[in-house]
């Protein structure tokens, strides 16, 4: 059995590259069960495991209809990053009167003519009209004078001796004028329902007459922090460590769509779990660690005992495979996290993403492909995430993958999917954008 282990460990590349568990699973889908009954990491051990896409997918169904919290109008500036509960219709015509696209003249009728005094500015109201044959200077974004025949822009034109205007160029009618309502005529639906409110967004909005939009709120999360173990400061002493999980998971899920979010540390105290999930009042409940069947994983328990509807027990990914997800009531949802750091954040993007997504209204990312640098070992029936850097036109795999560590993760910039068996040296592969790497308005960690 030494030896056959000491394959594996070979087979498997340097010990980042694959953790116990799924070595012992390599082993185990090697040799088969030792006797009549399933294997621990059999298919008929995990009947209650959900395949990894499929376990997105119901995140992302989770919300009913009515869970959502009521649209809310914010500032402009309160709005960056929150989806439109409304459509986004025109207030105004854009432009709302003819205004000249450039520095120059605007002429009436053909040349040469005649410069009258004075000009014309932005921001001033409607200028005397033009006869023909007659010109006057002209500011960009200024309001053209009534019979305006076109702009002649500064460069394209000059004046001689006696002061008149020549165009060293044809002034055809209407050049570099916006005519009013060139862009949307009022009440236009300029952007749908569901549109994420971007920098852009906001100027668009801006301009068509907008000090307020009506948008779906950032969900509520509660993060409650399980473990006896966990220090908050300081360095890991006396069989405790550090919790990793609680600096991390605010601004993640923040990033991820997340509004309101407050931490709470309870420890592996049955009483204390359930006081916290029942007088919780969020939209979600995030939970780290207890959620596998040792004597202190109190979160089953307790799920059962409020009479919680468990949507997604246990996902077919490794790290992170004891995720959960649930309805606690018709309006709030609970993802329970492995404790592990990077078990944590494979739930994070399996379960917690899609199902802030769904509850702020945000778009689904388009899906899309690398091939990889290098071969990845894949579990035998379970999905794997691997921390990536991406690299020109391809994904490189980075070391310190197992689910306890966060050195891997931390210079990535994207988590590779997997698939059972592994993946071949330039195969297309999956890939999910860390948010900060993404380079989106969902980047947001404050």
């Known amino acids: 059995m030494t030896a ?9 590349g340097d010990a980042e590259d694959l953790d116990v568990e799924e070595a012992l699973a390599l082993v185990n889908e090697g040799n088969g069960p030792a006797s009549g009954g399933a294997a621990p990491h059999s298919p008929a051990a995990r009947h209650r495991d959900t395949p990894w ?35 986004l219709t025109a207030l105004t015509d854009l432009p709302a009167f003819d205004t000249s696209a450039m520095d120059g003249w605007a002429v009436a009728g053909p040349g040469p003519w005649t410069v009258r005094g004075g000009g014309v500015l932005a921001g001033h109201d409607e200028p005397e009209p033009l006869t023909d044959g007659e010109a006057v200077r002209i500011a960009t974004g200024a309001r053209v004078p009534p019979d305006t025949t076109a702009v002649l822009r500064s460069e394209y034109g000059r004046t001689d001796a006696q002061g008149r205007l020549h165009a060293l160029c044809e002034a055809g009618h209407g050049k570099d004028i916006r005519p009013r309502g060139q862009e949307c005529r009022s009440g236009d639906q300029l952007l749908p329902p569901g549109t994420l409110v971007t920098p852009a967004v ?52 923040r990033a991820l769509g997340a509004g309101e979010t407050t931490v709470r540390r309870i420890g592996d105290d049955a009483k204390a779990l359930h006081g916290a999930i029942t007088r919780s009042g969020a939209d979600v409940i995030v939970t780290t660690g207890g959620t596998a069947a040792g004597p202190v994983d109190h979160l089953h328990p307790t799920l059962r005992r409020i009479g919680a509807e468990l949507l997604v027990d246990g996902v077919e990914v490794r790290p992170g495979h004891p995720m959960l997800l649930a309805r606690i009531r018709e309006d709030q949802h609970l993802v329970g996290l492995p404790g592990n750091p990077l078990a944590a954040v494979s739930g994070l ?25 290098e071969a990845v070992h894949g579990h035998p029936y379970n999905t794997r995430l691997v921390p990536v850097v991406l690299r020109g036109d391809h994904a490189v795999p980075l070391r310190y993958n197992g689910p306890a560590m966060l050195r891997g993760v931390a210079a990535a910039d994207a988590l590779a999917v997997v698939p059972p068996g592994g993946v071949r040296p330039g195969q297309e592969t999956e890939l999910l954008d860390l948010p900060w790497a993404a380079a989106g308005i969902g980047v947001c960690f404050t």
């Open 4 to 12: 056959r282990g000491a394959q594996v460990a070979d087979d498997a």
């Open 53 to 87: 896409p499929q376990a997105r997918e119901i995140a992302a169904r989770a919300v009913r209809a009515g869970a959502r919290r009521a649209p809310v109008s914010v500032p402009l500036d309160a709005a960056l990053g929150l989806a439109l509960a409304a459509p």
């Open 202 to 253: 906001l100027g668009l909005a801006a301009a068509a007459g907008y000090d307020a939009l009506t948008v779906v709120p950032r969900p509520r999360v509660d993060v409650l922090v399980l473990g006896d173990e966990l220090l908050t400061e300081g360095l890991p002493h006396g069989g405790r460590i550090r919790d990793a999980l609680g600096p991390m998971l605010p601004p993640w899920l």
């Open 349 to 373: 993007l399996t379960l917690a993403e899609p199902l802030l997504r769904a509850l702020a209204a945000h778009p689904a990312p388009e899906p899309y492909t690398l091939p990889l640098r």
